[in-house]
């Protein structure tokens, strides 16, 4: 079901569920769960990231070049990587950079380091730029949208079902929030944070990964480059 909804709604058009579920599950373990450095897992991730932006290509291209019918459909029609592309709106080769540069500003982040200049760079760089990320932030929502989402509702009702309290309390705002009412959308807040609840003393991550490109200091804490850490979420 996760994955149909991602397909659905974030926009992975033409794409199957079992493919999408592949590449997902392969970028999780390598990215998330991978401590030891298994070679397997990081070439499985790095196969999915090449088939995945190879067919991304392609349908943000595609995107691109139907803009104007895009922002015609239905809002509720749109799925999240359509409204991506009709905020920025359309992109060629032919404006000049501070066109391109002004399209993408408040939506994608177009340096590769703190002090570049975009407005040197030639408009068909900032073209691929701006498809690229755009490609890079769809991405990011199917592993959000599969591995995460699958997580957080396993660890939610794992919670929720484990404590009466709870339990009771959860059906009583699941039945409310369904029945038209003045106080539909109050109890649907109040499920919602019962969600968010849960979840910040079960997350859906008990630990994250990172790697030190170079030497950095948080909170009076050395960390040196090349060094890999550990950030506690719970």
């Not at 905020?87 to 000049?96: C, F, L, W």
């Not at 002090?115 to 490609?135: F, G, N, Q």
């Not at 050395?222 to 550990?230: E, R, T, W």
């Amino acid at each position: 079901v996760p994955a149909i909804l991602t397909i659905k709604y974030f926009g992975f058009d033409g794409f199957s569920p079992e493919k999408i579920m592949e590449w997902s599950r392969a970028t999780q373990d390598d990215f998330f769960h991978n401590i030891v450095g298994d070679e397997t897992k990081l070439v499985a991730a790095q196969k999915a990231g090449q088939e995945m932006q190879a067919m991304l290509v392609k349908l943000v291209d595609n995107k691109f070049s139907n803009v104007a019918q895009l922002a015609q459909l239905p809002r509720n029609e749109q799925t999240i990587l359509d409204r991506m592309v009709i905020s920025i709106g359309d992109i060629n080769a032919n404006m000049t950079s501070d066109e391109l540069i002004d399209k993408a500003k408040g939506k994608v982040y177009l340096n590769k380091s703190d002090d570049e200049v975009l407005s040197k760079l030639e408009p068909k760089e900032l073209v691929s730029r701006i498809k690229a990320r755009v490609r890079t932030n769809i991405i990011g929502t199917l592993v959000g949208g599969i591995e995460t989402t699958q997580a957080a509702i396993t660890q939610t009702l794992s919670l929720i079902l484990t404590n009466k309290d709870l339990t009771r309390e959860a059906q009583k705002l699941s039945a409310s929030a369904k029945i038209p009412s003045q106080d539909q959308r109050q109890n649907q807040q109040k499920f919602n944070n019962l969600v968010w609840e849960v979840l910040r003393f079960h997350p859906v991550n008990p630990v994250v990964f990172r790697y030190v490109e170079k030497d950095t200091e948080i909170g009076g804490v050395q960390m040196k480059a090349k060094s890999h850490i550990i950030i506690a979420t719970q």
